[in-house]
């Protein structure tokens, strides 16, 4: 049997966004090394794009994300830019502001006299050319359709005109939401303010979690919301070159390292790359108070900046929800064993193997495998076969798993006791 299950396999992050271009209310992904420019409209050095850049960024021993999810929000009052070279009439291919980047030229073909040359411009740069007699002749490109009847008469560099972004509606972010949840995905950031948003987000994940047992935490800005689904980020970084990250930005690097993160890595002490100082800087005391929140805390030390905890906003514990849920680390740890134990059976053995003593038996030899090999990699410790059950259910084709497991979490608080002697 096939066991196409990846030990670890992590590094997806969802994210909307109101853009300037693409096509609104549909998923789309973007792979790391991916073009941004026929997704977004922009290149992958535009402003525009900075929160792919961050999120795609990695630490300094901790790799980005691997994939983004990234949805368009629908808005109200969004305008398609267009221009008319009578018969032509050239419409950007999206609503949006980029539409009025857009140019289109129609210029006579010096090679054949009854043909001209359609040439369509972004920001100055050619990006499709076209020859023809005829409107009926042109075929739509990636940055515009064409429209009209009659023969192409000559007109030079005619700029497309009123494209417009719209407002997000209130509705936008349930619409994503609702698309989201048929996806797997490891982190899902919202880089607004709005407290109602915030709160659906929480209660999403948590649904994701603990109803669906799809295993994924929010990344958010200021929230504190006593869970381990939530990582809160407190404050956030200036860049070398001079740009200011806030909080509420910060998150799209903070999701992109917490998803491309290991199961046996952390966060403590990962360098954000290109930061010089956190915005603004916290006193100790301001510090300590933002941990016992459970929030993320970027400080300065030695030319670099770095996260001070790797924790979520678990804050209460019990004697069943100990405070080792807080830390991310043990999160991925049990959020990737979850994961992927459930892919495997999934993929290999629901519908293909018999549920009976050599069917569970079968099932917990892939489990242990599977554990040993994490605990080779540093992510669990003291696993022992035993600590696997496939057992029969109560109903006749299910099967119950019980699994017994250590994490390992990364040193993050050295205590030194330094005797003096007189000799």
Not at 133 to 151: A, C, I, P
Not at 229 to 250: F, H, M, Q, R, Y
Not at 355 to 377: F, H, P, S, T
Request: charged share 20%; proline share 2%.
């Amino acid at each position: 049997m096939k066991q196409a299950v990846k030990t670890g396999d992590r590094g997806v992050v969802a994210i909307c966004e109101p853009l300037s271009w693409g096509p609104e209310g549909t998923i789309l992904t973007i792979n790391s090394g991916d073009s941004y420019t026929e997704i977004t409209g922009y290149d992958e050095t535009d402003s525009k794009n900075m929160f792919l850049r961050e999120i795609f960024k990695g630490s300094d021993h901790t790799a980005g994300a691997a994939k983004v999810l990234l949805y368009r929000l629908q808005t109200e009052g969004a305008k398609t830019a267009s221009a008319t070279i009578s018969p032509l009439t050239a419409t950007a291919k999206y609503s949006g502001v980029r539409g009025n980047d857009i140019s289109v030229s129609v210029t006579a073909d010096p090679d054949n006299e009854n043909s001209f040359i359609v040439q369509t411009y972004v920001k100055g740069m050619i990006q499709d050319s076209q020859a023809a007699m005829n409107v009926s002749e042109l075929h739509d490109n990636d940055w515009v359709k064409f429209s009209g009847t009659g023969k192409l008469t000559a007109g030079a560099g005619t700029a497309l005109t009123a494209g417009a972004d719209g407002t997000v509606s209130s509705s936008a972010y349930a619409d994503f939401l609702n698309q989201l949840e048929s996806y797997a995905f490891n982190i899902l950031i919202y880089d607004g303010e709005d407290s109602t948003v915030q709160a659906a987000y929480t209660a999403f994940v948590k649904r994701m979690r603990n109803d669906l047992g799809k295993k994924c935490q929010a990344v958010m800005a200021g929230v504190q919301s006593n869970s381990e689904a939530v990582i809160s980020v407190k404050n956030g970084v200036i860049l070398s070159d001079g740009t200011e990250v806030p909080a509420n930005n910060a998150v799209w690097w903070v999701g992109g390292a917490e998803a491309g993160a290991n199961y046996n890595e952390s966060l403590v002490y990962a360098q954000y790359p290109d930061a010089v100082d956190a915005l603004p800087r916290l006193s100790s005391a301001d510090s300590d108070a933002a941990l016992g929140s459970g929030q993320i805390v970027f400080f300065e030390e030695f030319g670099s900046v770095k996260v001070m905890s790797d924790i979520n906003t678990l804050v209460t514990y019990s004697s069943e929800h100990g405070e080792a849920f807080s830390l991310n680390q043990v999160i991925r740890i049990l959020d990737t064993a979850a994961n992927d134990i459930y892919k495997n059976f999934s993929m290999n053995y629901i519908g293909r193997v018999q549920n009976n003593e050599d069917g569970r038996l079968l099932l917990k030899a892939w489990i242990v495998g599977y554990l040993n090999e994490m605990q080779a990699n540093g992510g669990i410790q003291n696993f022992e076969a035993d600590d696997v059950e496939t057992l029969s259910g109560n109903a006749l084709n299910s099967v119950v798993i019980n699994v017994a497991i250590q994490p390992v979490a990364a040193i993050e608080k050295i205590y030194i006791t330094i005797n003096l002697t007189d000799e």
